[in-house]
């Protein structure tokens, strides 16, 4: 055996033969039996931590487990839940028992492909080490064999015994295993670590199998006191922020949803986006007010967002109003909320050019600034977009009086033809005109900074 492999063998031995050190344990036990499952030293695997909530935080107490003392031992730090209720909790995850079953055939192929390569090169180069390849077909039989039933009546059979760990069991009692419990105990070192020769690459589907092996009157017990002075600061809440993390790592993989005032605006963004920045259209994710005849307009999308807010949505979330006077009431107010970390409220940007740009009124056709008033999303679209058949721009014709803002609302003419104009641009993407994309280059910027500036809400 290397260095390497007994000094791991060593710390594992000490994780199983000693109460102290920095080891966190997972067990099962009922009353005042405790069986341990897994004993490592450092922070468990975050899988572990967000299958338990901060309810289940408990003090249960214990024999000391030391012939010469009659203290108890009530742990500091750890989390208990009944074996049906964490069943369901798993369940309710997605780690349920079909799913289970599911990820182990699929990791059993894996790892039998893996195997029958290594077993393949070895026999070609003709191994110095022939005993080394009867090993690696050894355990290619078992995994050939292996199936969940077998591993779970297995384990009960361990259980039973009992033998959890390799570490601590006689030698003569190691032999009187079958191939799948000495591969289980990795009684043969056929790999650097183990969780009980299960195939699966996250240890939540490890924890729904040991549940399979548990009594329903059983307990499962995650103790991380021998930790806590080394990891936890006084106050700290390690299943709430470990759930908290894995939340926002998994974000990053998720779409980012974004939410617009109507259907208008995610023809026009979406079809700039997949145009001007393929490579990042697939991270954005827009509400399509078609397919599912989802209303317009900015009352509805405030309303979206509070409703969102409200059932404690997990993605990235942005809502884009425009930039006139219906759009600032609206998102003003929204702004005023709690809004959870994943959610952002944006406002189309002011435009220099709609500082004097054509409006017609009472008081006939005039130029003035729009910046707040009027500016949808086809202000944005270039001038080529807004520019008509006779050559003028598009004018915004005044509307309602907000009285909120004490400031009227405008919208452009012929908001259609203008879309259409841009939109028949987009498709020949060969000759796009930099110059009339600037504005809309400036709204997408604006998005995919969204969720990377310091302090953006």
């Known amino acids: 055996m290397s260095p390497a492999n007994l000094n ?32 490592e030293k450092g922070l468990p695997p975050a899988e572990f931590l967000t299958v338990f909530r901060p309810c289940d935080r408990a003090y249960p107490e214990f024999t000391s487990g030391f012939e010469d003392s009659d203290v108890p031992y009530i742990p500091s730090l750890a989390y208990v839940l009944s074996v049906p209720k964490l069943t369901e909790r798993l369940d309710v995850m997605g780690f349920t028992l079909q799913r289970l079953e599911e990820h182990v055939k699929e990791r059993l192929e894996a790892e039998k492909t893996e195997l029958d390569g290594r077993i393949e090169y070895y026999e070609q ?11 690696l077909k050894r355990q290619r039989i078992t995994l050939e064999r292996f199936t969940l039933k077998r591993w779970v009546n297995s384990m009960r059979d361990l259980r039973a015994r009992p ?10 009692m190691m032999k009187e295993l079958t191939p799948l419990q000495r591969h289980m105990m990795n009684a043969d070192e056929e790999y650097e670590w183990y969780h009980f020769g299960l195939p699966v690459a996250d240890l939540r589907y490890l924890l729904r199998a040991v549940l399979l092996c548990a009594d329903e009157d059983e307990n499962v017990f995650l103790d991380l006191s021998e930790i806590e002075r080394d990891y936890f600061a006084e106050g700290d809440e390690p299943v709430r922020d470990a759930l908290a993390e894995t939340i926002r790592v998994g974000r990053v993989c998720e779409k980012i ?129 807004l520019t008509g058949e006779d050559g003028e721009l598009t004018p915004v014709q005044w509307g309602g009086y907000e009285q909120k803002l004490k ?32 504005s809309i280059r400036t709204v997408l910027q604006m998005i995919f900074k969204a969720f990377t500036d310091k302090g953006a809400k």
């Open 8 to 39: 791991r063998k060593l710390e594992r031995i000490e994780a199983f033969a000693s109460p102290m050190g920095n080891y966190y344990a997972l067990e099962l036990f009922r009353g005042d039996e405790r069986q341990i499952f897994f004993s």
């Open 125 to 135: 180069e003709g191994s110095s080490i022939p005993s080394y390849c009867r090993q």
């Open 163 to 172: 033998v959890m760990s390799p570490f601590i069991v006689p030698k003569n």
């Open 257 to 385: 949803l974004v939410l617009t005032e109507g259907r208008t605006d995610t023809r026009i963004l979406s079809k700039s986006l997949a145009v001007l920045y393929p490579h990042l259209a697939d991270l954005y994710s827009f509400l399509d007010h078609e397919a599912f005849n989802f209303g317009g307009g900015t009352g509805n999308l405030a309303s979206l967002v509070k409703g969102l807010a409200g059932v404690g949505i997990g993605n990235r979330v942005m809502a884009l109003f425009d930039n006139d006077s219906a759009g600032a009431v609206q998102a003003n107010d929204v702004r005023k909320l709690n809004l959870p970390d994943n959610f952002r409220i944006l406002t189309l940007p002011d435009l220099k050019f709609a500082k004097r740009y054509p409006t017609v009124g009472p008081n006939g056709t005039l130029k003035t600034n729009i910046n707040g008033r009027a500016c949808g999303i086809e202000l944005y679209l270039g001038t080529a977009a």
């Open 407 to 438: 400031r009227y609302q405008g919208e452009l003419t012929d908001k259609k033809g203008v879309e259409e104009r841009f939109l028949k641009s987009l498709d020949n993407s060969d000759k796009l005109d930099d110059t009339n994309l600037a």
